[in-house]
């Protein structure tokens, strides 16, 4: 993973071809962490406006990998999230939203994005901090500094791979100040699977709308694991496609591009321009797994 340092934090090249904005916050420090990090916020269609209009926040991991090709892990791959948001918004098939996109700091990310020190890597264990950099540091500035409705029920967090095992446990970690979670391909091999013992720990299931999928053509037991994860969140309470929204995404790979085509699915599903809960039908507790259609990519 390149430096954080081998990028400046940007403005997207085509951003006056958006109805909404950018806005970037380079070098943020934490007490809680030795690294500084660049963040990259994107503002929805009338944002400011009128004071008296909160959003919805969504905060996203890998940061510059979202919006900007010229900042992307592979140069020209980014997820086109906010273009891929801002249609949707536009023609009202998700409620206008607030994304954050925290970079990650390049060598430092696998350390930030586990829970614990894996000892085939050699790396990691510092979630728990990068996790109250979110929560107590990151997210009262952006509350304070933007229109946000900072309610938990209308904020979320999200990631993929790493970032999508970050999400999934802190998004449950700090389930009131969560509302909703997205996890694409999340690594759950991590430390020989220890995300199955932490999720096993929670006392009760929390009101949270997870959305949790993996590419049929990723490496090793992914999907097999999954599963797992999927059956463990199900045995707490969950329901598919009421609150849980799990896919198992036919040809999907572990790449930057895959992961944005899965962005509008995602947001109609955990942000609904009805507000209501999204794509619910009666579905039996251990059905086959849905693949991802064409139409949910969009």
């Avoid at 006056?16 to 963040?39: C, T």
């Avoid at 990068?130 to 999200?158: M, S």
């Avoid at 999934?168 to 699977?193: M, Q, V």
């Avoid at 993996?214 to 090793?220: A, P, V």
Wanted: hydrophobic share 40%; net charge positive; charged share 25%.
């Amino acid at each position: 993973m390149p430096s954080q340092a081998a990028f400046a934090p940007s403005i997207p090249r085509d951003a006056e071809s958006y109805a909404g904005r950018f806005q970037i916050h380079p070098n943020v420090a934490s007490r809680h962490l030795a690294h500084k990090r660049h963040v990259i916020i994107y503002l929805p269609p009338g944002h400011g406006e009128d004071a008296s209009v909160r959003y919805p926040v969504l905060y996203m991991h890998d940061g510059q990998n979202l919006f900007d090709g010229d900042t992307a892990y592979i140069r020209g791959h980014d997820w086109k999230m906010a273009r891929t948001a801002e249609r949707l918004i536009l023609e009202k098939k998700i409620e206008p939203l607030i994304i954050v996109g925290i970079w990650n700091t390049g060598a430092h990310r696998m350390d930030e994005y586990t829970p614990t020190r894996d000892a085939n890597v050699k790396q990691g264990g510092l979630l728990p901090l990068y996790g109250r950099f979110i929560v107590e540091e990151l997210k009262p500035f952006v509350d304070a500094a933007y229109c946000t409705n900072p309610a938990r029920e209308r904020t979320g967090i999200g990631g993929s791979s790493l970032g999508g095992l970050a999400a999934l446990l802190l998004g449950l970690h700090y389930s009131e100040r969560f509302g909703r979670i997205a996890a694409l391909s999340p690594s759950l091999w991590w430390d020989h699977g220890v995300a199955f013992q932490l999720v096993r720990r929670l006392k009760r299931k929390p009101d949270i709308r997870i959305w949790l999928d993996m590419g049929t053509r990723e490496m090793g037991a992914g999907v097999a694991h999954l599963r797992r994860m999927r059956d463990i969140l199900l045995d707490y309470g969950w329901k598919l496609n009421a609150d849980l929204f799990y896919r198992e995404v036919r040809g999907g790979k572990h790449t930057e591009v895959d992961w944005g085509k899965r962005v509008g699915a995602i947001l109609r599903r955990l942000y609904p321009a009805s507000g209501g809960k999204g794509g619910r039908r009666k579905a039996s507790k251990r059905p086959q797994a849905p693949a991802q259609t064409g139409a949910e990519r969009s």
